[in-house]
């Protein structure tokens, strides 16, 4: 079984090419190393996938070519993410929250710039 069509197949990703992408980007690991698409998945192997700041972790419970139903994937492999890394994903980004009247339509030019210059945007 390819490691891309077993990430497919188990919904790691939306699309074969997302992960065949991933893998030749070096965003999968298996056991350590980086992977190419056509890496074979065996029962056992701990698969690492790195998506943004998060880096996921699956062992292969078994190897499945066709894609799953969400409720059949727990059969086919185990999260196995460290606590630290689900972490990541409560984090709220740092973000500035700029709140405006509802119906006052789109910011005038005017405002766009104050807008800019607290985001510091353009400066």
Same mark, same amino acid.
């Given at each position: 079984? #390819? ?11 939306? $699309? #074969? @090419? %997302?992960?065949?992408? @991933? ?9 350590? +190393? ?8 065996? +029962?056992?192997? $701990? =698969?690492?996938?790195?998506?943004? @700041?998060?880096?996921? !972790?699956?062992?292969?419970?078994? /190897?499945?070519?066709?894609? +799953? /139903? ?10 196995? $993410? ?18 405006? &009247?509802?119906? $006052?339509?789109?910011?005038?030019? &005017? !405002? #766009?710039? +104050?807008? %800019? !210059? =607290?985001?510091? =945007?353009?400066?």
């Amino acid at each position: 079984m #390819r490691i891309d069509k077993y990430l497919w197949a188990i919904r790691v990703f939306k $699309t #074969r @090419a %997302d992960a065949v992408d @991933a893998c030749r980007g070096s965003r999968i690991k298996i056991d350590g +190393q980086s992977v190419k698409p056509s890496r074979e998945v065996r +029962q056992g192997d $701990t =698969i690492v996938v790195r998506k943004g @700041a998060v880096c996921h !972790e699956y062992l292969v419970l078994m /190897p499945v070519d066709r894609r +799953q /139903p969400a409720k059949d994937v727990p059969l086919y492999v185990r999260d196995v $993410t460290p606590a630290e890394e689900l972490k990541k994903l409560a984090l709220p980004a740092e973000t500035v929250v700029i709140y405006r &009247k509802k119906g $006052t339509g789109r910011p005038t030019k &005017k !405002e #766009r710039r +104050q807008l %800019d !210059e =607290i985001m510091d =945007i353009n400066g």
